[in-house]
């Protein structure tokens, strides 16, 4: 077990209706510190899908860079994704939250027809490439499958996204709270944290047990 594995944690932006889920995004972060982990926090430098008020859950009349929002979790520690270099780090690890369904790529609107971001699509094929470990939560394996497409993923047991996952050529296994789904041929790791009613106890334990996962490879 190699217990000083070297992350890279790419972000949609900082909120769960229209960036990411901060809750994952930080409860993962906490847990490559923890299990003797380091990381560097990475987005995409382009604008956001939209902006959402978290309270009303209503669309607001201003636009918002996902890199710069993104720096609020990251305590203004991050980088461009374009500045990624695989070679730099043994896994990669995507948090949910609606903006990766909806800046990363867009899911969230043409499900498996979506696009994606082709800084994201690259980083993901390059680390598949070179055979190192890719997690993801919630949301996030869609965009994994949409990139990869026959590997094995779970979103929790949503009918509707399972399906657009199958569609995408990719397997979808049904879990519940803090489980896994560990694709041993292609080195994924995934769990559905708030794809499901959860906790941000469960939310800390699927996070936990995908980091864990990775660094035991």
Do not use: W
Request: charged share 20%.
């Amino acid at each position: 077990m190699n217990s000083k594995k070297n992350f890279a944690v790419v972000l949609a932006g900082s909120g769960v209706y229209d960036g990411s889920e901060i809750h994952e995004a930080t409860l993962a972060l906490y847990s490559i510190s923890k299990n003797g982990g380091s990381y560097q926090i990475f987005a995409p430098n382009v604008n956001q899908h939209h902006v959402i008020n978290h309270i009303t859950g209503k669309e607001m009349p201003e636009t918002r860079n996902v890199l710069v929002e993104a720096a609020r979790i990251a305590r203004g520690n991050i980088k461009d994704l374009k500045e990624f270099s695989a070679d730099e780090f043994d896994a990669i690890l995507f948090p949910g939250g609606f903006g990766v369904a909806k800046n990363l790529c867009s899911f969230a609107f043409s499900g498996a027809d979506c696009q994606v971001n082709p800084d994201v699509e690259s980083a993901i094929k390059a680390m598949h490439k070179a055979k190192k470990p890719i997690g993801a939560l919630c949301i996030a394996p869609a965009l994994i499958a949409k990139v990869l497409g026959e590997v094995e993923v779970t979103i929790g047991h949503d009918e509707g996204t399972a399906e657009a996952i199958s569609k995408m050529g990719a397997t979808h296994v049904a879990t519940t709270h803090g489980e896994i789904v560990f694709d041993k041929e292609n080195k994924i790791v995934t769990t559905p944290c708030y794809m499901l009613d959860a906790t941000i106890a469960q939310i800390g334990d699927g996070a936990d047990n995908v980091v864990k996962t990775i660094m035991a490879l």
